[in-house]
């Protein structure tokens, strides 16, 4: 009896205490060029992530690999599969261990190109499904046994001026929605970091050979 309480009240500790305000970045994991920070952010439990490479490749390439649904499976962390519902608008499934229900995202992209700077910026919104235009609501997949991530935005910044290597970053902050504890979900956040980048640079790295 006394044990189970103790576990309830981890759990409550777990999805209740948020950070007050958003702190600095701290280094998470450093391998094969790759950089992994996270930070807590204002109001959630949930860890945000900046993970960082530097990749020799063409924008278009790039651009073309990631943005190619059916790639989705080979390079980006627990990733089942892709859809593209419109020009704007993606439909992604990931995987996560039994008995947990598998998460989606809808994502509303966007792009912009800062001439200056010279960087390529991909943001990337999770749309909540009952907030969705009637014509994407239609296309999408059945929810069935599978869960909505309450929240999932970020961006890709591909930075270009040290041509030809294109300095990547990737930030994203989540919510998984559901009956996941914060410290279980924020252990998983470094690895979808790290794993999606190493994945992407490798696949580069082949087509170089």
């Not at 949930?46 to 073309?64: C, M, P, R, W």
């Not at 499934?93 to 008995?99: A, E, I, T």
């Not at 499904?129 to 014509?135: A, F, N, S, T």
């Not at 996941?180 to 992407?200: D, E, H, K, Q, T």
Request: glycine share 4%; charged share 20%; net charge positive.
């Amino acid at each position: 009896m006394l044990k189970s309480l103790l576990i309830g009240l981890t759990l409550c500790i777990s999805f209740n205490v948020y950070a007050q305000k958003t702190s600095a970045w701290i280094l998470a994991k450093q391998e094969n060029g790759i950089i992994v920070y996270t930070r807590t952010t204002a109001n959630s439990s949930y860890k945000e992530f900046k993970a960082e490479v530097k990749i020799k490749a063409q924008l278009s390439d790039l651009l073309n690999f990631i943005k190619k649904p059916e790639y989705c499976p080979e390079w980006q962390y627990k990733c089942i599969y892709q859809l593209q519902i419109s020009d704007q608008y993606i439909y992604k499934l990931s995987n996560l261990p039994w008995p947990l229900k598998n998460r989606y995202t809808i994502m509303k992209s966007s792009e912009s190109f800062d001439a200056k700077a010279n960087i390529h910026t991909i943001t990337l919104k999770n749309i909540r499904r009952e907030l969705l235009p009637k014509v994407i609501k239609n296309k999408l997949p059945k929810e069935g046994n599978t869960l909505q991530m309450h929240t999932s935005d970020g961006y890709w910044k591909f930075d270009l001026s040290q041509a030809p290597l294109i300095h990547i970053t990737h930030q994203m902050h989540g919510d998984p929605a559901g009956i996941i504890p914060a410290s279980l979900a924020n252990l998983g956040v470094i690895n979808a970091a790290f794993v999606s980048l190493n994945n992407l640079k490798k696949q580069f790295e082949m087509v170089q050979k």
